[in-house]
């Protein structure tokens, strides 16, 4: 049984310049790469959308990007164009350490419904593998890091405790969009009342991994 790193949506449309930009976004990509050797498996997400995806504010003439609407009975936030499949900006982070990543897991494919979760849609409706991934591995506890705090590493934690997996967040590997100022502790808040431990990447360090 070993203990896995799984590096959130660490892409460069989620760094300052991206096309959905997390302040501060680009000050987790060196602790991943500190963090990344200490592990023996490494796992990163990947936000990879179809160009029409639904998500997209421009496919939803007369509304505009943050604003929220729902597709398909799922509540949507409407995002500018971001993490379009094969582009650049849907890319890892151009600093990050990408030859430590074993395995990536994309979400986000299918036009019709978004995924927070590295491990479900937003309905639910399909898992991405990610939970069998982690089994096949016989994986211990989760260490989670990555973009967005109050997004999609927010989800993917939930899930993973929902899914059973021994969780912990690295607070110091995350930063948040904050469309609402306080969102990003709030998020934290409710990753640890839901049961994930909170640690800082030099505590994991200095613990001897
Ligand atoms: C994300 C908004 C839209 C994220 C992905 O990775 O946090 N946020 N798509
Ligand atoms: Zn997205």
Not at 44 to 53: G, I, L, T
């Amino acid at each position: 049984m070993s203990d896995v790193l799984l590096l959130v949506d660490i892409q460069n449309d989620f760094l300052p310049g991206g096309a959905l930009a997390v302040p501060e976004g680009d000050t987790v990509v060196p602790i991943a790469n500190r963090l990344i050797p200490a592990f023996d498996t490494v796992i990163a997400s990947q936000d990879w959308h179809p160009a029409n995806h639904l998500s997209f504010a421009e496919q939803h003439p007369g509304h505009q990007a943050f604003e929220v609407t729902e597709v398909d009975g799922v509540e949507q936030i409407l995002w500018p164009v971001h993490c379009v499949q094969n582009s650049a900006g849907a890319s890892f982070a151009s600093g990050l350490d990408i030859a430590g990543i074993d395995h990536v897991v994309r979400k986000g494919e299918d036009r019709r419904i978004d995924s927070y979760s590295a491990f479900y849609d937003n309905g639910h409706r399909k898992a991405t593998g990610l939970a069998e991934t982690l089994r096949d591995l016989d994986a211990g506890r989760l260490f989670v890091m990555g973009l967005a705090a109050d997004v999609c590493v927010k989800y993917t934690v939930l899930d993973a405790l929902a899914e059973g997996f021994a969780t912990t967040l690295i607070v110091d590997g995350v930063r948040g969009v904050d469309m609402t100022p306080g969102d990003t502790e709030t998020a934290i808040e409710t990753m640890q009342a839901a049961g994930a431990a909170c640690l800082t990447s030099e505590a994991l360090l200095d613990s001897g991994r």
